[in-house]
């Protein structure tokens, strides 16, 4: 096998490139199989076929997804029983809460005279709470690590 970041022969056991130092697999000029020069962004060898993985610089980026910390915000201050900030954030799961436990609330509400809308104010509590923080910058980031803009 090669080095992929200098194209030097290694040892199949080797750890890192006795060569250039870095670690096996790293790199992505070079094909681990054969040798060949390899474009940075190839998936696969074009000389030997050889599947070379997902570019190592593939690190999930912001560019695009990101979610308007302002809109998430007012949207948990205005809808937060709901959940929608949450859905729209991406944390679906918090979000069905909110809503389930709304709708539950206000369902209750008629067999217990009103008591259960304090179970819808407690989610609108919640989301208003959870508006908040997220326009102060407590919470930084939506359901899949990626920034608030
Ligand atoms: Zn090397
Ligand atoms: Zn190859």
């Known amino acids: 096998m090669y080095c992929?970041?200098?194209?030097?022969?290694?040892?199949?056991?080797?750890?890192?490139?006795?060569?250039?130092?870095?670690?096996?697999?790293?790199?992505?000029?070079?094909?681990?199989?054969?040798?060949?020069?390899?474009?940075?962004?190839?998936v696969v060898c074009v000389k030997c076929g050889v599947s070379l993985g997902a570019p190592n610089n593939s690190a999930p980026t912001a560019a695009g997804g990101q979610k308007s910390k302002i809109a998430a915000g007012i949207l948990g201050i205005f809808l937060g029983g709901l959940g929608i900030h949450?859905?729209?954030?991406?944390?679906?799961?918090?979000?069905?809460?909110?809503?389930?436990?709304?709708?539950?609330?206000?369902?209750?509400?008629?067999?217990?005279?009103?008591?259960?809308?304090?179970?819808?104010s407690a989610m609108s509590i919640w989301g208003l709470v959870e508006g908040i923080l997220i326009l102060v910058g407590n919470i930084k980031q939506d359901g899949k690590g990626i920034p608030l803009q």
């Open 86 to 120: 949450n859905f729209y954030l991406g944390y679906t799961t918090k979000a069905v809460i909110q809503l389930c436990l709304t709708i539950l609330g206000w369902i209750l509400a008629i067999p217990t005279l009103g008591i259960g809308f304090l179970l819808s």
């Open 4 to 42: 992929r970041n200098c194209g030097a022969a290694m040892d199949p056991s080797a750890v890192v490139c006795i060569k250039c130092g870095v670690p096996k697999g790293s790199g992505r000029n070079y094909c681990m199989n054969c040798g060949a020069q390899t474009a940075p962004e190839a």
